[in-house]
């Protein structure tokens, strides 16, 4: 069957390998080594930027919220204030009118704020026009900007000024605003520290993981593919490192299979291209036409064996490299598996052919991939043509859920030993190394890609005819 025969080392081929992936990682590795941030260079990034805007939005918030209360604020302060002004006025209109001014400073000295009365017309420009309008209205008006009020004596022009509420008069109220003003800087200094404990136990696996990933990039554009992420501390980059240890994976993937194929086919390229030019060789020593023909025979023979190794080549590098994804149709499948085994019938000479597609259930639909599974089955039955005897047979049969494929021969068997290890690229048996079977060893490698495709496997075993069973299996989607 397939067995192993001796390969290059492959020395050279390994080094162009990761020569080409090391110059493919280094393009984006520049950018890497120059961002070198430390660790509080990001912590004070962040906390700036975070508590920036965090107090950015408490403010706007509060400010908001002032504006929509201001209009409940300004009913309760007239209501509060609106019967000592009432009493101010009353007092006021028990005096004549031109001792106002007098009596309102004798007033003004035993409150806590100031108290004063002046003419209506030179309010016109301190006041915004809704505050004339409820000033004429006989209503309260009032002055945020300087806390102040104002209020119309009566249908004189004469207006009484209470305020600044917060005057200097008013120790109380004077402590009361560094007081408040201390107590919000000390309770925006106590939150700070706390976000910036919060935040820095928060950034600290964060910048963990940006170094171990950072460091993970450069390990793999040295050449060191075995180099993987560790096991991110924060779930903000678990899927990065996730993704980076499943591209380096897949990056050593390919540069084992570039390595495999390279060393391979470099292996079997020396035998047909020494026969022809030993062919050639021959030629220029020969003139007789019967010889000059066999030679010329060899040559296309081997022609034709490059030809099927780099076609066959090529087909195992795809399905390494791309591992496309089945496109399902649905086939009967007795009817399939008959026009398949048809087309390569020749192939096998004079041996005896069976198809046993009795155990099947009538009409049995299968859904495959009618590219690439025909890869599988033809690649079996040629092998099989090697190794046979006299008789091949191919059956098939429903297990559960599964459908699988049986290919049989009478040839020589398989070890138990080495059941397994045909599967692998450029593999054969030590009993074939004479040649007298040709092959590459590429193509049950390139069946057990197929069904893993298919969510199947290609298994080998021991075949009733005495020799080797072949079988493949996947889920049968009916």
């Known amino acids: 069957m397939t067995g192993t025969e001796p390969q290059p080392d492959g020395k050279g081929d390994n080094e162009s390998s990761q020569g080409l992936a090391r110059s493919l990682f280094r393009v984006s590795l520049p950018r890497w080594r120059g961002s070198r941030y430390s ?6 990034n962040f906390y700036l930027l975070a508590m920036g805007s965090f107090v950015a939005i408490a403010f706007t918030a509060d400010f908001i919220i002032s504006t929509a209360q201001r209009g409940i604020t300004d009913d309760y302060a007239r209501r509060f204030m609106r019967g000592t002004i009432t009493l101010i006025e009353d007092e006021l209109f028990r005096q004549p009118r031109s001792t106002w001014q007098k009596k309102i400073k004798q007033l003004d000295e035993k409150f806590s704020y100031r108290l004063d009365v002046v003419e209506r017309i030179s309010l016109d420009r301190r006041l915004t026009p809704g505050q004339v309008t409820k000033l004429d209205a006989g209503d309260i008006a009032i002055d945020h900007a300087g806390d102040i009020m104002y209020h119309r004596l009566g249908t004189s022009s004469q207006v009484l000024v209470v305020g600044p509420l917060a005057s200097n008069r008013n120790p109380e109220l004077v402590e009361r605003l560094p007081l408040e003003l201390r107590l919000r800087l000390l309770t925006w200094s106590l939150i700070g520290v706390i976000f910036g404990i919060a935040l820095w136990f928060w950034v600290r696996p964060v910048w963990r993981d940006l170094e171990a990933l ?3 990039a450069r390990d793999l554009g040295d050449g060191d593919f075995e180099a993987r992420s560790p096991p991110a501390l924060s779930q903000l980059f678990a899927p990065l490192s996730d993704t980076m240890n499943s591209m380096a994976e897949r990056v050593q993937q390919l540069l084992a299979t570039h390595r495999e194929l390279s060393s391979g086919i470099s292996h079997e390229l020396r035998t047909p291209i020494a026969r022809m030019r030993f062919a050639l060789e021959m030629l ?3 003139d007789e036409r019967q010889e000059c023909e066999r030679l010329w025979n060899m040559m296309d023979a081997d022609l034709d064996e490059l030809d099927h190794l780099i076609d066959t080549s090529l087909t195992y590098a795809r399905f390494e490299r791309e591992a496309p994804e089945p496109h399902y149709s649905s086939v009967a499948f007795a009817e399939w598996l008959n026009d398949e085994v048809d087309s390569v019938r020749l192939l096998g000479r004079q041996l005896q052919i069976n198809i046993a597609t009795d155990q099947l259930p009538d009409d049995l639909h299968i859904d495959l991939d009618r590219k690439a599974m025909p890869y599988a089955l033809r690649n079996l039955l040629r092998n099989a043509f090697k190794y046979a005897s006299r008789q091949i047979m191919v059956s098939a049969e429903l297990d559960g859920e599964r459908i699988l494929i049986h290919v049989d021969d009478d040839g020589i068997g398989i070890p138990p030993a080495e059941r397994e290890h045909i599967f ?12 007298a079977t040709g092959g590459y060893g590429l193509g049950l490698a390139i069946a057990r890609r197929v069904l893993e495709l298919h969510g199947g496997t290609a298994t080998a075993e ?3 005819l005495g020799g080797a069973r072949f079988t493949l299996a996947w889920k049968a989607h009916q």
């Open 214 to 216: 950072r460091q993970t």
């Open 284 to 286: 220029t020593e020969t």
């Open 39 to 44: 660790l509080s260079k990001l912590f004070f």
């Open 462 to 464: 021991a075949a009733p």
């Open 424 to 435: 692998s690229a450029f593999t054969r048996l030590d009993r074939s190394r004479d040649r």
